[in-house]
């Protein structure tokens, strides 16, 4: 067992060595802020979960759109461009990020509605986009 457990550690340490994604280069400040926002997208993720759990769809419907939807673009916009993310973003990774909000806010919809069944059936798009922007790019 320990061999097993020793030979898995090597393997992922091997694949974090090998890290294939792109490297997308930003200045210190936008690095800064977009780790942020992927900071407070995990709470607010973490919030509609918990509502989810709770059966409060409404409640986190709200919370879907206020904080991870189309309502939520642009909070850098009144930034100096080093500090804006999506100007250093590859198009394809901007709109990526786009289609994140698009799927919340389509969550937030049928959430607010109470239409359970659908709003479940589009809940994993919440983390559809982070997933495959994480497992694309990188900007460290």
Do not use: W
């Amino acid at each position: 067992m320990k061999r097993l457990v020793f030979a898995l550690f090597l393997a992922s340490t091997a694949s974090f060595a090998e890290d294939g994604r792109e490297l997308v280069p930003m200045p210190p400040a936008a690095q800064e802020a977009l780790q942020q926002e992927m900071i407070e997208n995990l709470l607010a993720l973490n919030e509609v979960l918990g509502l989810i759990g709770n059966s409060k769809f409404p409640e986190a419907g709200e919370v879907a759109e206020k904080k991870l939807g189309v309502s939520a673009m642009g909070k850098h916009r009144g930034k100096p461009v080093d500090a804006r993310p999506g100007a250093h973003m590859p198009e394809v990774m901007h709109n990526i990020g786009v289609q994140g909000h698009v799927a919340a806010s389509e969550f937030a919809v049928a959430a607010k509605a109470s239409e359970y069944p659908r709003a479940m059936s589009l809940l994993p798009n919440l983390t559809a986009a982070c997933v495959g922007c994480h497992s694309a790019y990188r900007i460290r």
